[in-house]
Each structure stands twice: as structure tokens, then as C-alpha cells.
């Protein structure tokens, strides 16, 4: 297996440990992906060299980590509940019961849109009634060891001050609307993809392998039902629910009825809720209050016996498309959002108890799947009880939507990317992403242009100052106006700015490279592509070939880089920033020199610009020895951020010690002489 198989390999069982660990929908058999993961130990192991803590080997059986896959037979089943969707099926119910047992009580409850998870306590060594396994519900007989996970839910009591030896509870894990949304807008920040809603996540969310990762995101639970116990409390479920409500456990909002009007009357209250419960409803449970009368109301093997769950109809409304927004994100990314009203009340429409009139349209596929267009009808409906959602055409539009070629911010030629359904604006001057472009080009990795981070770019984005990365090296042109305007500080603090600025053009042209932020050009990639041209500038001319030659450089960054340099608007913003000074020749030659000619040198601690490699190629370019560590024949020491024993030593021994800037200031006065 090549690199670059293995990074694609990588990437594959990447996608499918989310698929099955964070969103629950493995897409593969667990022998196809047991064969993978075997195919990159086998790589790996052939080429050490190639493993990163990043890598799917690192990533299970790590010690902090949850053993995934431990079965656990459940004691008593986890059984579903049989849904209906009319309310006299529920009259029914409660008349069927009543009839063997006259007076019987109800329980009517929230059913929380979650997975259900059993919780077993026993009485241990040191007497308290602790927590000692957690089950996820698997088939309803064979679930999955979660215990670790469901210690880091606030609502998981790891020890009940409860009379018992034993005692087995079952409830619902789920996620709140905020833990969802907070999840989701993370997702987006990092251009991953969102959670299609709570229910899903949190299953993801309690399979976790980090326990870590399983606190970060937040579940909450409920408890709904003692599955195995002392008599006393089993025997009443109301009662029990009342017992554990007084120990401090999060039972599930319920309401004790004894007639059919009454059960109607608590399904009804528990749908007016909907709107405002912080989680999502999957409708109403009605179970027999006796515990020892359920029985006798079997429903099937696969179900409850004497439960029953009442469905409320979906809010659903039929809505009209007025217009469709695209714009570009950050990332350059084309959104799309549609606007509608309701067919029937021509005004935006009522969901939930919320008014809805726009809904994202997510990709293109998306608007032709669903044939999107001016005029066309939909069912919308609010997905998780929040989002709104489109759901289906109920009458096709005379067109169907297509995005616009250009960007909508710049005009630019739009690409859509070959793996995946997004369309994005890849011109780095493009107004919807130049402060990130830009503060990308100043951020220490590439320019490193100390102070000028993005809450400053974003401020002189937003005053016109910069329009393009070459605006930067114009910004002294515009002290006076700057200071003025205060928008960068006083005097002195503008002129620190600048200076820096200044400094920046003689940067090694990797930085410059890096800057430019090039799609799958790295720091490391950019060094490597360096390495075998003598000039930035000279890679306008590069053939395609000539990119694929490089070492680790893969058919993708190959195209990415050919894509780049010859495009024309890049050829001059390259042409801008060589007029301006920037530094594109390879460091070797524009700084080798005699200067350190005899010279013993250590390097210590971090260094502002330098990598500690570039570093030792700098001083041995110059004439100097690079050794590891300071003795008495040590001349130099060249002391950068964090040193530590090394200065220490060298300060002992009264060796001279430099900045990597004196270092430089050496170098450069001898190469000016000569
Ligand atoms: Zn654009």
C-alpha cells in the first residue's frame, strides 16, 4: 500500500466509525470493517513512520477509553410499547382494564424521543446502593455495556439513598434542544456535517468509545420504570415513581388518572406542551398503575403488556416557495435557504407554536431530490419540534432550482467539489471570506504578523482598509488615516503593527506558500513543495507532472496547487506581492553565509519563526556546527520561547546567548559585506 492509499484508508474507516459510533447508521458490516481496520494495521506496521495519534489504530483500546461491544443479557426484557394513533383506541384500552378491574388507575406519561437505557444498583462492600451496570436496550434482550458513559449524566445517580438491596431502574437517555443545537453549531464551526436531529445524536452520544466526548455533548435522562426490585416498591408504578422523585431521581413527568376522561384529558395537557418541552416528544404512554394486572393485557411478544403509546398527529403544513437565498459562508461554502408562506393563510406558517417562514435547503441534491423551485408546494413540517423542515413536494414547481455559476459575493466561477454535494467559491479574494483568508495569511503558521489577528482583520475588512492579502503590505501607505481613525490603536501601536508587517516580507517563502491557503497545503506540504523550487514564483509555470513528482504530493494537492498557481487573479496578487518586496527566493540562497564560520551552536526553546530543523539548516547554512547540548565548548546559544535547563547551563558558563532576530542580524551583516 502506497501513502496515499493509506491516508484514502484512513479516511474511509474515519467515516464509518462515525457512521456507527457518533450517528448510529453503520453502513457496512462489522466483517467489512474489521477487514479494513486489519488492511492499515498490516500498513502500519510496515511503515511505522506513517502513524499518527489521529490514526483509527490509535484511536480504540486506548486504556481511558470504553471497551466497545460488551454484550449484556438484560434481566428483565426491554420490551416497546405498542403505538395508536386514535384517541378511542385509548378509551378502549382503559375500558378493556376497567371491566376485569374496576377502579384501576393509570399512569399517563411524556414519552421523551430518546433510547431507552436500564440501570442496575446493588448494595456494595461499603453498604451504599450503587450504581453497577448500565445497559443500552440492543434488541430488547441482549443490549450494550454503556456504564462508563451513563456516569457522566448528571441525571445518573451513582449511589441511591434507598432501603434496598437491589434495585434495576429503566428510563430514557435523551438531548435537550440546547445540547443539540450547541452540538450542532460546533459541527458547523468545524465544517463537519450537523446531526439530523436529537434522538440520533444521542444514541451516537451514549456509544461513545471517550466517556470524554459523551460529557462534552450532554445527555439527560428520565426515569420511566422499576424493572426489577423489592415488592414494595414495584408493586404501585405511581407510588415507586413518587419513592424515587423523593431520593433525588429524575422520573419522568407523569399523571395518575382513574377514568377515560381523565386519561384524554392528561394526553391532551402533555400535547399542548409539545411546543415548550426542552426535548422532543414521541408522544404519550398510558400504563396500568398495578404492576401485577399488566399481564393480563398482553400485546404481542415484542411489546409491553399493558401499555399502550398514544401518537400525536404530526404538525405538518403545506407551504408555497416565494424565493430561494444562496449565499457564501465563511468557509466558502454556497448556502441555501428557502422562503415560504402558507398556502392557506398566505402568511408565514404556525408550527409548534412558533411561525416559520424560511428553512435551510442544504446542498443542491437536496433542491433536485426534493424539486425546489419558485411557486412549488411542500409539506413542512419541524423536525425535533424545532427545526423546520421540508418534507416532500406536493406540487412541482414550474422549474426547478439550479445554483447560479458565479458567486453570488464575487462573481467568480463557482466549483462544486468532486466528493461531496457542496459548492463553494474558491476565490481567496472573495469579500464573504476575506477575513478568514486574511487572518489565515497573518496567522503564526504562515506570516506569523504579530497583532495583526482576526479581530483586527475583521475591523479593517470591515472599514475597506483590506480587500485582498496585497492590502496588508499597502496599510502603510495609509498610516496617518489609520491612526486617525484609532482603528489599529494610537501612534505607537500602529506603528508596531506596521513594522511587523514590514518584517513579514522577509519571511522564508514556505510561510508565504502556507499562506496563501491553498486547499490541502499545509505548513509540512508547503516546505515540501519548496524544497524543489528555488522561486515561489516559479510555480505559475509548473506542470501538473511536475507537482505529482514531489514526494507525499498526491494526485488531489497536485491538482489543487496546478489549480491555483494558474489562475489568473492568483498570478497577480503573486505579481502584486513580489512588486511589494515579499521574499519568494528558498532561503538558501538569499541568506547563506561565513558568519558562524567556527561557531558551536546550541538551539533551545521555541523559536518565533523558525522550526527547530530550519533552525539547524539556517546556522549550517551560515557556517555554523549545530550540536545537542551545552558544554564548555558551546560559542552560541540561540534561546528561543519556554527554554529551559539548556539556558540555564549556558548562563552558568557564560556562553553568549542570542535571539533567532540577533541571529539573523549576525547573518545578514556578513552576507551585506561580502
Ligand atoms: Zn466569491
Given at each position: ?625 549545530v550540536t545537542g547540548s551545552v558544554s564548555s565548548k558551546t560559542t552560541l546559544l540561540v534561546a528561543g520561547e519556554a527554554a529551559g535547563s539548556k539556558l540555564t547551563k549556558a548562563q552558568q558558563l557564560g556562553i553568549r546567548i542570542v535571539s533567532e532576530e540577533e541571529l539573523r542580524a549576525m547573518c545578514r551583516t556578513d552576507t551585506q559585506e561580502d
Amino acid at each position: 500500500m502506497d501513502r496515499q492509499a493509506y491516508d484514502e484508508l484512513k479516511k474511509v474507516i474515519d467515516r464509518h466509525m462515525e457512521l456507527y459510533y457518533n450517528e448510529d447508521a453503520p453502513m457496512i458490516s462489522d466483517a467489512e470493517y474489521d477487514a479494513m481496520m486489519r488492511d492499515l494495521k498490516e500498513a502500519e506496521k510496515e511503515h511505522p513512520e506513517w502513524v499518527t495519534p489521529d490514526s483509527p489504530t490509535q484511536k480504540i483500546g486506548g486504556s481511558a477509553k470504553r471497551e466497545a461491544g460488551v454484550k449484556v443479557t438484560h434481566n428483565v426484557p426491554m420490551l416497546s410499547i405498542e403505538d395508536v394513533f386514535d384517541t378511542a383506541e385509548v378509551t378502549a384500552f382503559v375500558s378493556r382494564v376497567q371491566e376485569r378491574h374496576p377502579g384501576c388507575a393509570f399512569s399517563v406519561e411524556v414519552k421523551v424521543d430518546g433510547l431507552s437505557m436500564t440501570l442496575r444498583y446493588a448494595r456494595n462492600t461499603a453498604g451504599e446502593l450503587a450504581l453497577t451496570l448500565a445497559e443500552t436496550r440492543g434488541d430488547g434482550r441482549i443490549g450494550e455495556d454503556v456504564t462508563a458513559n451513563a456516569l457522566t449524566i448528571p441525571d445518573v445517580k451513582r449511589t441511591l439513598d434507598l432501603p434496598y438491596d437491589l434495585l434495576e431502574l429503566r428510563g430514557e437517555v435523551y438531548m435537550t434542544h440546547e445540547a443539540f443545537e450547541r452540538y450542532n453549531e460546533k459541527q458547523e464551526e468545524a465544517g463537519k456535517p450537523p446531526a439530523a436531529n436529537p434522538r440520533n445524536l444521542a444514541a451516537g452520544t451514549l456509544r461513545q468509545l471517550d466517556p470524554g466526548i459523551t460529557r462534552e455533548r450532554g445527555l439527560s435522562m428520565f426515569i420511566f420504570n422499576i424493572q426489577d426490585g423489592p415488592e414494595e416498591i414495584l408493586a404501585e408504578h405511581t407510588g415507586a415513581m413518587d419513592i424515587l422523585s423523593r431520593a433525588g431521581v429524575p422520573v419522568v413527568f407523569h399523571r395518575r388518572c382513574t377514568t377515560a376522561m381523565e386519561v384524554l384529558d392528561a394526553i391532551r395537557e402533555i400535547g399542548e406542551m409539545r411546543g415548550e418541552l426542552p426535548f422532543d416528544l414521541d408522544g404519550a404512554v398510558v400504563k396500568i398503575d398495578h404492576t401485577a394486572w399488566r399481564t393480563e393485557f398482553p400485546a404481542g411478544s415484542k411489546y409491553s403488556a399493558g401499555h399502550i403509546a398514544y401518537k400525536y398527529p404530526p404538525e405538518e403544513k403545506i407551504v408555497e416557495m416565494d424565493e430561494i437565498i444562496t449565499d457564501v459562508g465563511r468557509t466558502g461554502k454556497l448556502t441555501f435557504t428557502g422562503v415560504f408562506h402558507d398556502k392557506d393563510t398566505g402568511k408565514p406558517a404556525r408550527l409548534c407554536g412558533t411561525s416559520v417562514s424560511r428553512a435551510t435547503l442544504h446542498n443542491q441534491d437536496y433542491i433536485t431530490e426534493m424539486k425546489i423551485g419558485i411557486g412549488g408546494w411542500y409539506r413542512l413540517y419541524k423536525s425535533g419540534e424545532i427545526i423546520p423542515r421540508l418534507n416532500g413536494c406536493v406540487r412541482e414547481p414550474a422549474e426547478v432550482f439550479t445554483a447560479p455559476k458565479n458567486c453570488p459575493a464575487c462573481g467568480e466561477p463557482l466549483v462544486r467539489e468532486a466528493d461531496t454535494a457542496d459548492i463553494r467559491c474558491i476565490n481567496p479574494d472573495c469579500p464573504a471570506q476575506l477575513v478568514r483568508t486574511i487572518s489565515y495569511f497573518t496567522s503564526r503558521d504562515a506570516m506569523n504578523i504579530m497583532g495583526l489577528g482576526e479581530t483586527l482583520v475583521e475591523a479593517l475588512v470591515g472599514a475597506g482598509y483590506l480587500k485582498n492579502i496585497a492590502d496588508i503590505y499597502r496599510l502603510k501607505d495609509r498610516r496617518a488615516e489609520l491612526i486617525e481613525a484609532g482603528i489599529i490603536g494610537k501612534e505607537k501601536n500602529t506603528d508596531k503593527v506596521l513594522a511587523e508587517i514590514e518584517k513579514s516580507k522577509t519571511a522564508d517563502p514556505v510561510r508565504l506558500l502556507t499562506g496563501l491557503a491553498i486547499r490541502n497545503v499545509g505548513v509540512s506540504t508547503a516546505r515540501e513543495v519548496m524544497r524543489h523550487f528555488d522561486h515561489l514564483y516559479d510555480l505559475t509555470t509548473a506542470s501538473r507532472e511536475d507537482f505529482l513528482a514531489i514526494p507525499d504530493i498526491g494526485e488531489t494537492t497536485a491538482e489543487d496547487l496546478y489549480g491555483f498557481f494558474h489562475r489568473e487573479s492568483n498570478v497577480t496578487l503573486l505579481d502584486e506581492l513580489r512588486l511589494m518586496g515579499l521574499n519568494m527566493k528558498k532561503a538558501e540562497e538569499a541568506d547563506a553565509g561565513e558568519a558562524l564560520a567556527g561557531q558551536t551552536v546550541v538551539i533551545t526553546g521555541t523559536l518565533p519563526t523558525l522550526g527547530r530543523k530550519e533552525a539547524e539548516e539556517y546556522v549550517r547554512r551560515n557556517g555554523g556546527k549545530v550540536t545537542g547540548s551545552v558544554s564548555s565548548k558551546t560559542t552560541l546559544l540561540v534561546a528561543g520561547e519556554a527554554a529551559g535547563s539548556k539556558l540555564t547551563k549556558a548562563q552558568q558558563l557564560g556562553i553568549r546567548i542570542v535571539s533567532e532576530e540577533e541571529l539573523r542580524a549576525m547573518c545578514r551583516t556578513d552576507t551585506q559585506e561580502d
